[in-house]
């Protein structure tokens, strides 16, 4: 897998992607169709032409339930949402319509964690994870950069399980190249490291360059593993990456009940090492800008470097 | 329809109350009043509105339908079997360990089910959907979903019928089974549904309410084709009906009884059909 991170902030729009890919899709499988919960205007498909585009209005437990007679009926849909109503709102419908009655619909909560920003804490999914790892068969992406969305959304449609795509709206790091195919269940080491081992995901991974590359300075080196799927997780990877460095760091954009860290805390159960998290403390969100946000909830670089070291110490 | 017809599916809807009773005393309970109700429409829909082969279940252009009160399980098993889905037999493994026939209709379990249901209101959706998607793939057919007057307090059904009328999904066709009981009572006085004819037809539905336990009036409403408005059908429907006992007992919505008692709901029952026969 090639890494072409350098720290800069990529010029695409993740949600731009979502609507230049969802309509290439469209030309080349006339079984997808793309359903949204009056949110075109924010998931890049408000100018997508044809019957395939299916505005539910705001009704996502009913948007959920007609992706999964879509499916039954032999289509490929897609449905959009922000995190928290395509996870909360809908959650009895894609647990039961969706992953029980076996009708494997991808399902697409934009705005994860703090980069619902200016929405505020209603708008703040810190336990969509959570909620998607608790249903059996489920395949949760929490989405780093455009080329690991474009390759989720390209694959989601044909993958077995209910699938959850967690991804912001706005621009992200560049972290793998353009083209890069990933595996749900396979995860990337984005940084080799002898000393510490961090385990992030979706936007902290830029977080955990930048504290990986500034614990190097004081002579710290610590690996990166970003998990591409938060369920299923490479386990077997961050096993051996945990046995190499004996200090395990996750960091998430997400409370700590449910998501990464309790999912690699699940992995690790039994191995003597010391283990520490970068996550949301088990508290609601807040309205303000996401820079503010990020140090309101220490996901940050700076917090990282703080954990590694405690636990170097 | 000629009167042959009728007495024949007159017949079926019996047939299917002695499989749901035979079903549900297998096991010694279950929900026998709700199942008892919509003997009438399933047996109309399977004796003659819906095109299905049940040598080939699957067939995609073949009609569908959602049970979505999913409890009525035992009821649409018994009209399964009887059209040759599975072997009869198979009524008498409801909710034996490792069942293909659990309480709530399962997709996955049952030959025949078009859809999972069991958790209120979901079905709207679902067979929404899979009448969308048999419009945007070009299917001649048609969706039939049916919901509960108790199950019309989810909020999920208001929005898949808005879903319904407002994209035109002429494709589908709701009945509503108005038994007018729930598990607690009177649905008039859990929570009143009020006028449902005119709620639908408020909701952009071409709406009527016929008696749900008269195969004629069902068959007319059935074959009835859609013009620009989806047909929602209320069925007016007693709960527990064609089993006397049943009909009588005011919290029927599932009931458990000694085998001695479903003995008798069958006498009454096989006695009806005898004399249907003599």
Known sequence: MEIVYNGEKDSRMFNAVIGGTIDALMKEDEKVVWLDADLMGCSGTAKGQGERYINCGIAEANMIGIAAGLCASGMKPYAHSFGPFASRRSYDQVFLAGAYAKNPITVIGTDPGITAAFNGGTHMPFEDMALYRAIPEAIVYDITDVPMLVDALRKAKDLPGVTYIRVPRKASFQVYADGTSFTPGKGAVVREGKDALIVASGIMVHEAMQAAKALAEDGIEAAVIDPVTVKPLDAELIREWAKKTGVVVTAENHNKIGGLTSAVADALIGMPLKFGHVAVEDVFGEVGPQDYLRERFDLTCDHICRVVKELKA | ?278
């Open chain 2, 1 to 278: 329809m000629t009167q042959e017809q009728v007495k024949k599916l007159q017949e079926f809807a019996l047939q299917i109350r002695i499989g749901t009773v035979e079903c549900i005393k297998s096991r010694g309970f279950g929900h026998i009043g709700g199942s008892l109700s919509v003997a009438d429409a399933l047996a109309v829909l399977y004796g003659s509105v819906m095109n299905v082969d049940p040598k080939n279940p699957k067939k995609p252009d073949r009609d569908k339908l959602v049970c979505s009160k999913g409890h009525a399980g035992p009821a649409v098993y018994a009209t399964l079997a009887l059209k040759g889905y599975f072997p009869y037999e198979k009524l008498m493994t409801l909710n034996q360990p490792g069942t293909d026939l659990p309480s709530h209709c399962d997709r996955n379990k049952t030959t025949g089910i078009d859809m999972t249901t069991g958790s209120l209101g979901q079905g709207t959706s679902t067979a929404v959907g899979m009448a969308l998607g048999d419009r945007l793939q070009g299917r001649d057919c048609r969706t039939f979903l049916i919901v509960g007057d108790g199950e019309i307090d989810e909020g999920q059904v208001w929005e898949a019928a808005m879903f319904t009328a407002a994209k035109k999904l002429t494709n589908l066709v709701w009945l509503v089974d108005w038994n007018k009981k729930q598990l607690d009572g009177y649905t008039k006085d859990i929570l009143d549904t009020g006028d449902l004819e005119k709620k639908f037809a408020a909701f952009g539905f071409d709406a009527c309410t016929i008696d749900g336990h008269d195969v004629e009036k069902l068959y007319e409403a059935l074959t009835r084709k859609a013009q620009d408005k989806p047909i929602a059908i209320i069925l007016d429907t007693v709960k527990g009906k064609g089993v006397k006992a049943v009909e009588e007992t005011m919290k029927n919505h599932s009931m458990t009884v000694g085998p001695e008692v479903f003995d008798e709901w069958l006498k009454e029952l096989y006695d009806r059909q005898k004399a249907m026969n003599a």
